[in-house]
């Protein structure tokens, strides 16, 4: 094992690159901008030049590289390929060849969200576990399942794409994937606001919610001030976000369940509603998987990439 | 690799054994009564003796032998350990080291329901699919889980149990679990009597039905011959068992999702039934998952047993 391995996580607004040591610290991190139109030509040669230079200012030969892990947005298979990445724009690559022609060391590469899965598995949240459910919520809801230590990636790189699990069939509004009552119409920051828009309408029970612009965030807050209704919003969040984790438990049976994204900022109050729920619908055996909030934050996804590469079995 | 392996597959009234050679085909098999009172020890001396009885009469040496794989009642973990079988009354127990002690050649070992599905991916319906999904309908719903090429058998050994995935949150009936709304309580030979039953007592519409049996044969060949309420009562499962199977492909995102089981002797009707249903359930880039029926009937756990051992990685 050598000295070095670099993390890269590639998103819609920047590229984040971290430089770590064979143990996993990070030793130094940046950011690239993305670049969404002219594909991936129009980024990691940009990505692959920030990297050579720190190594040239860091004195790093590429006999001290260990290699890189990246993580994309888009469905990619458990080869690295990536089939499709609509948000910047890419489609059929396989991102690891590309980078390793600009990189000249070796390069593992994977779903965002698996990498971040994979992140919290090695440094974070998930940190002594084999297997895994990560669970992202932010403006949707995605996430990454770790069996065994690895990332499951499906046949088709749709692994993990758990956000659109199929969890309540009185749902009448579409989600954004075209079907009804997935996950993601309850558990993201979007969820959150419907869930909240229909309460408020149901009657004029007063709530400080009434005076806001309502957002994940001053519904959690509404709920730590002892706001009544913000509380039955918080409740139906837990019911469905506890269902489906139950649901998905029930097919993987992890021994933890990590919650991220930018909803998770609301803290340990997220969990007090999710769990009774989980509990309740998750198969009995399946059902003591300890819940817990993501720790690495921003940083999950170059923890991952790099660990991708620093833990890989060739 | 050496030229012969053996599969074990323990069941709940014998132990079905089966001799491989390296790629895999089965050059003999037997079977050895199960006794299910005296642990362990009232079994696995029996089979380990009738293994050995059968390489002195084919004149196989211990040298000549890659090792044997064994799949069990009960949740095993992926490093063997053997936590609870209720139905041959079995406790923690490291199976594969038991019978290494007997039988002096390598052993791996796991979950009945995951062995079969391996044996289905290798050999089976499977063949050439890494990501697979193997559905058992039988008196219950049972499962295997094949995640790149490898068994999902979960931290506590539930992995692919699923069976007690939660699909209606309007069941009245508690399944076995102690929970209501399983797909078990729908998709099993017990389920589909159950469903036939409920809609029997909806109303007077004619069928042969209310002259049998109820079974789910009986149920099937009264869809074959054009019965009404019999088609009916088959929606309704395809209903609940496509929405369920789409639920855990929009986790997992299997190539294959296998049929096996008693109620899988009713044949192509039943993916008839089932299919338009996980279409619709599934997520959309999971949803192309093909169906099909399971190839190798009750010699899929022998054949998985075998396969654990002649694929394993180290």
Redesign the interface.
Known sequence: MKKYAFGIDIGGTTVKVGLFDREGNVLDKWEVPTVTKGGPDAILPNVAASIKNKMQEKGISKDEVEGAGAGSPG?VT?DGHLVDAVNIGWKEIYLSDELEKLLEFPVKSSNDANVAAFGEMWKGAGKG???MVMVTLGTGVGGG?I??G?I???????????G???IN?DETDSCN???KG?LEQYGSATGIVRLANRRLAQDDKPSVLRDEIISAKTVFDAVKAGDEVAIEIAESFGRYLG?GL???A??????VIVIGGGVSKAGEVLIKYIEPNFRK?A????S??KITLAELGNDAGIYGAAGLILNRDE
């Open positions: 469905a458990a576990c084999a297997d399942i069996v065994n690895q499951l990636s499906g046949a088709t790189g749709g692994g993990g794409e758990i659109h699990l199929h069939d994937c075209g079907q997935c269902k139950g649901m998905i029930s097919v993987v049976n992890p021994e619908y198969f009995p055996p399946c003591h998987a």
